[in-house]
């Protein structure tokens, strides 16, 4: 089971810390990512730690966003910096036991494949 927490609301400009608690899990056997859903919007992937721990990022995010995990409570967290206005969203955490069907394509910068288990969502707003 995943559970989800650490939204909340900022400023344009600010940060916010999203967390990611994992019941059961062993970090080290499962592949990680986050994803975020906007009003009216297509499930967007933001960040993931694959199978060999390699983590990448969508364009949208690279160089604002942070991925990483703590193994030690089987927490996945998103640092979330210079936070816009278009950030706002549902975001969810999900995780998958390797061999996970996910993959990065590096040709188009995208995250294609699925998860088996997701998070119930934290709400991020971000204000102008």
């Known amino acids: 089971q995943l559970v989800g927490s650490g939204g909340g609301s900022v400023q344009s400009g600010g940060s916010l810390r999203g967390s990611c608690r994992a019941a059961?899990?062993?970090?080290?056997?499962?592949?990680m990512a986050w994803f975020r859903q906007a009003p009216g919007n297509e499930l967007e992937w933001l960040a993931a730690?694959?199978?060999?721990?390699?983590?990448t990022y969508a364009d949208s995010v690279n160089g604002r966003f942070t991925i990483s995990q703590d193994n030690t409570t089987n927490t996945l967290f998103l640092q979330m910096d210079t936070l816009k206005f278009e950030d706002t969203a549902m975001y969810y955490c999900?995780?998958?036991?390797?061999?996970?069907?996910?993959?990065?394509?590096?040709?188009?910068?995208?995250?294609?494949?699925?998860?088996?288990?997701w998070g119930q969502g934290t709400q991020v707003t971000v204000s102008s």
């Open positions: 059961g899990y062993t970090f080290t056997n499962y592949c």
């Open positions: 999900a995780a998958e036991r390797i061999p996970c069907r996910a993959y990065f394509s590096p040709a188009d910068g995208k995250l294609y494949g699925d998860f088996a288990s």
């Open positions: 730690i694959d199978s060999e721990r390699t983590i």
